[in-house]
């Protein structure tokens, strides 16, 4: 990506900034179930049904996670319990920033406005805004759009709320099928890919790539 100075610089927040740890909650829950050699297929299953569950009309989080869990389980054959699936969105308000985050999310706070466009609640998300440490100018979340990523009224709302285009952004995200993929198809040319291996890298959606945020400066010539 050639120099670019965006007016925002927006940023996906659970997987790209917060260590998202549904995967590491189920292993914990399900253990006594699901077999070893088995866990990291009921992972992916676990995290296939929750982009499922968001690509409809709008719902409160807890009711996405929840049937997820309940539609694995199914597939599985296991039983589904409704106290131990609300352990899962009970947990994420706890998750912090992956180490990389906070150092320089604060040296590109000094020169460009941050923003979250998140598939959260709001009463969960300000919880881990706090504990990234960076300043932030605006945290905007899927309850706020009535619209979950890869949808691309999300993606609207949050250009509404900043009175910008798609152009005038550059956009953050370790996730291309939530955040990359619709951000082309929109029209924002300028993005960053945080590989932190969670998707494969995957080049003609056009973005430069980086490891972990440490690597954001430097794109932006700071």
Same mark, same amino acid.
Request: contains cysteine.
């Given at each position: 990506m050639s120099l670019f100075k965006p007016k925002f610089i927006t940023f996906d927040c659970y997987g790209t900034l917060i260590h998202f740890e549904m995967g590491e909650t189920a292993r914990k829950l399900y253990a006594d179930v699901i077999a070893p050699e088995h866990m990291d297929q009921f992972v992916a299953d676990f995290a $296939?049904?929750?982009? /499922? &569950?968001? +690509? *409809? !009309?709008?719902k409160p989080y807890r009711y996405v996670v929840l049937g997820a869990i309940e539609r694995t389980c199914k597939r599985w054959n296991i039983p589904f319990d409704v106290a131990v699936a609300n352990k899962f969105y009970d947990a994420v308000p706890t998750w912090g920033p992956w180490p990389d985050v906070t150092e320089p999310l604060r040296r590109v706070a000094k020169e460009f406005p941050l923003v979250i466009l998140s598939n959260a609640m709001n009463s969960q998300i300000h919880s881990n805004v706090a504990n990234i440490g960076a300043p932030f100018h605006k945290v905007l979340t899927a309850e706020d759009a009535q619209a979950y990523k890869p949808r691309?009224? !999300? =993606? &609207?709302?949050? =250009?509404?709320? +900043? *009175?910008? $285009?798609? &152009? /005038?952004i550059l956009h953050v995200s370790s996730s291309l099928r939530y955040d990359l993929m619709p951000a082309r198809d929109l029209g924002i040319r300028n993005k960053v890919f945080v590989a932190r291996g969670h998707e494969p890298s995957t080049p &003609?959606? *056009?973005?430069?790539e980086i490891r972990d945020i440490g690597g954001l400066p430097g794109v932006l010539g700071l």
């Open positions: $296939g049904y929750r982009l /499922d &569950e968001v +690509l *409809g !009309a709008w691309m009224r !999300a =993606f &609207e709302y949050m =250009f509404d709320q +900043l *009175g910008c $285009g798609p &152009e /005038d &003609e959606y *056009g973005y430069t």
